[in-house]
C-alpha cells in the first residue's frame, strides 16, 4: 500500500509563490496516478492537477492552468506543485493522492490513496 505525506503549505502573500511536496512510500509508484486536489472550507474538493506517473503526461485544471506547475523526482518519490502568481482564492487545503488505475481523472472518487493535506492560505 502506498502511503502519502504532504508538506509545504503555510500563510503567504497574493502573488507570491509557494513549492507543496508529496512524498511516497510503502511501494513502487512507477503504475500510480498522483494527483493534486484542495478544498476550502464549505465547498467540494475540487481537481487541481493529475500525472500520469510512468509517462509523465499531466493534466491541469483550468483554475490553475497557467499558474501552478508539477514536478517530480523519481529517485525520492515525490511529486512537487509549485504554484505561482497565487490568489485568495487559491487558499484551501491541498491533497495528495493516488491512483492505481494509472489513468488520468479529475475525479476524486478515482483516487485510492490520499495524504493528510497541508494548509495553504493567500491573503489579499
Known amino acids: 500500500q502506498v502511503q502519502l505525506v504532504e508538506s509545504g503549505g503555510r500563510l503567504v502573500q497574493a502573488g507570491d509563490s509557494l513549492r507543496l511536496s508529496c512524498t511516497a512510500s510503502?511501494?513502487?509508484?512507477?503504475?500510480?496516478?498522483l494527483g493534486w486536489f484542495r478544498q476550502a472550507p464549505g465547498k467540494e474538493r475540487e481537481f487541481v492537477q493529475a500525472?500520469?506517473?510512468?509517462?509523465?503526461?499531466?493534466y491541469y485544471a483550468d483554475s490553475v492552468k497557467g499558474r501552478f506547475f508539477i514536478s517530480r523526482d523519481n529517485a525520492k518519490n515525490t511529486l512537487y506543485l509549485q504554484m505561482n502568481s497565487l490568489k485568495p482564492e487559491d487558499t484551501a487545503v491541498y491533497y495528495c493522492?493516488?491512483?492505481?488505475?494509472?489513468?488520468?481523472?479529475?475525479?476524486?472518487?478515482?483516487?485510492?490513496?490520499w495524504g493528510q493535506g497541508t494548509q495553504v492560505t493567500v491573503s489579499s
Open positions: 510503502g511501494r513502487t509508484i512507477s503504475s500510480y496516478t
Open positions: 500525472i500520469i506517473w510512468i509517462s509523465g503526461h499531466t
Open positions: 493522492a493516488a491512483s492505481r488505475k494509472g489513468l488520468i481523472s479529475i475525479t476524486a472518487n478515482e483516487y485510492d490513496v
